[in-house]
């Protein structure tokens, strides 16, 4: 059974920092394209990051030059540094990763369960 956890969220005031850490567990063949999501009240889910296996990345316009994602292939874990947030970036984050569990061909996206980043002004 494939999993995806994430860890790091909490409260920080603005302009501080936060880490978020993404680790897929289980019977696992190869992982794709990892992303970073978010989800505040009453909005729809975004997306903030997304990085590729050769580490190829992109972001969201309103995170550009604030966050950044990474990852470690060989611990099937990703990452997002973010810098300078803003309480606007306050949302429950969520990764998302494309996998190819062992014994199959075929890639899946999966979800974590989230993690509260909360920013006060």
């Known amino acids: 059974q494939v999993q995806l956890v994430e860890s790091g969220g909490g409260l920080v005031q603005a302009g501080g920092s936060l880490n978020v850490s993404c680790a897929a567990s289980?019977?696992?063949?190869?992982?794709?394209?990892m992303g970073w999501y978010r989800q505040a009240p009453g909005k729809q889910r975004e997306l903030v990051a997304t990085i590729t296996r050769g580490g190829s990345t992109t972001y969201a316009d309103s995170v550009k030059g604030r966050f950044t994602i990474s990852r470690d292939n060989a611990k099937n874990t990703m990452y997002l540094q973010m810098n300078s947030l803003k309480p606007e970036d306050t949302a429950v984050y969520y990764c998302?990763?494309?996998?190819?569990?062992?014994?199959?061909?075929?890639?899946?996206?999966?979800w974590g369960q989230g993690t509260q980043v909360t920013v006060s002004s």
């Open positions: 998302n990763a494309q996998i190819i569990p062992s014994g199959t061909p075929f890639m899946s996206a999966y």
């Open positions: 289980g019977s696992i063949f190869s992982i794709n394209i």
